[in-house]
DNA sequence: GTTCAATTGCGTACACCGTACCCAGAAGAT
DNA sequence: ATCTTCTGGGTACGGTGTACGCAATTGAAC
């Protein structure tokens, strides 16, 4: 993790090893101390080049916008545009879990980077027809849409992943957390879906209800949803 | 906001003592000394009625579930029981916005009426006839939606809102700071989309993308959405 | 009423955080 | 060789959560 102590301090740096940190450790762990630590360098050397620690997790949420980047890579309609978006933007997040917290606090950062996506997919939906204000609420229902079932699927797997054991070991243990403040005899559904091992399985349901939001677009896109 | 003097410290004064602060200030203002403070206590008698900072932070998410508890006003049907759990959802993100980042950061917290509310979201989808874990993932996807349109909503709130301008100023202003660091010439549909008086209002798409969901599960429900 | 135990309130202190301020040294220009 | 500018970083301040230990209050038992 740690970097050359002769190479010289750059943005680049501090942001690629911020990065690295908040992947490992969280975002909490991504402190100005830490991250100067880790270079090597003092923590007020950071400052020369990047203005205060909100500004350093602009800059990583920007970063990930490149290596996440929407690519036509023979796309041929606003479905399939909006299915990469969703698709680039589910596998950052699961990636990434760090930034979700970030975007729900302040917003997107909106860099150069995440505004050329943004670009990309309202491109996409020109094919629509529909007027630009319409393309862009479709973008953020499918965004939310997106954004909402990772914060699910982030819950989960932090919770299931962490020790290295077996989902039911998981499930059992959790099980026993929670009967010791609650009494699960109280809510059966819940206890029964705590039991099942794909309680945390969302892949499926993101793929359902993403098609079930584009099939309600293409009803409006066909003009049969017009109110 | 102060409390009374003598009046005993509890864990109801507290936490609602701690919900005051977090939707006036932000949930950063509502810190252990904080609350001490507008309660007249010492900081660490706090610490005899709470276990810690992040205990609290539970204890005030469950206290939203009661107040935002899902109820049945005649409700017929399964899809209703979907709408009124979304609704419900809805409001308490808007009415208090910090409950998301601590969803989104550290999972929804399990306390007894959270369960009893996802309880009775179950039970509404008996009526679906499909198989129990469906019920909990088709319950999972729409309340992601609801979550992630909830933070595009206070992200546009939150930036708009606190000046207290008119939509269209505010917009000039942020196209103006926005600018200042970043070629618009470059993302030209953002830049449209930026000057639209909708850009900012996501309920009708909310609206949309809900019954877009909503009939996904329908046909899926009657069957002819199985693969 | 007195004594003893248990509960509640809280002051101090420590480790962490972001960062303002100022100074040392290197690099480049004149 | 001197002067300017830029980069690195040490110290210090005010914020955070909270471990520890002591005082005051309450409740029970005699």
Not at 105 to 118: E, F, K, Q, V, W
Not at 143 to 168: D, H, T, Y
Not at 172 to 182: D, N, V, Y
Request: overall charge negative.
């Amino acid at each position: 993790m740690a970097g050359d102590a002769k190479s010289p301090l750059t943005v680049e740096r501090i942001v690629a090893m911020a990065i690295a940190i908040a992947d490992n450790e969280g975002l909490e762990a991504a402190s100005m101390r830490r991250v100067a630590a880790e270079l090597r360098s003092g923590v007020m050397s950071l400052y020369r080049h990047v203005a205060n620690h909100e500004d350093l997790v602009h800059r990583m949420c920007d970063r990930l916008a490149i290596q996440y980047g929407y690519r036509d890579h023979g796309i041929s309609s606003w479905r399939n545009g909006l299915i990469e978006m969703s698709q680039r933007d589910w596998e950052m997040y699961i990636d990434h879990p760090w930034i979700l917290p970030i975007t729900v606090a302040s917003g997107p950062y909106l860099g150069p980077n995440t505004l050329a996506n943004y670009e990309w997919a309202c491109r996409q939906m020109e094919a629509t027809g529909l007027p630009l204000i319409e393309q862009h609420q479709i973008i953020m229902a499918v965004s939310g849409f997106v954004a909402g079932m990772a914060i699910f699927e982030n819950n989960s797997r932090r919770a299931s992943l962490q020790p290295g054991l077996a989902p039911e070991e998981w499930a059992a243990q959790e099980r026993g957390s929670l009967a010791r403040h609650t009494d699960l005899e109280r809510y059966p559904l819940f206890s029964r879906v705590l039991l099942h091992p794909d309680a945390t399985n969302f892949e499926k349901f993101f793929d359902f209800g993403l098609r079930s939001l584009l099939d309600g677009v293409e009803a409006r896109v066909r003009g049969s949803d017009l109110e």
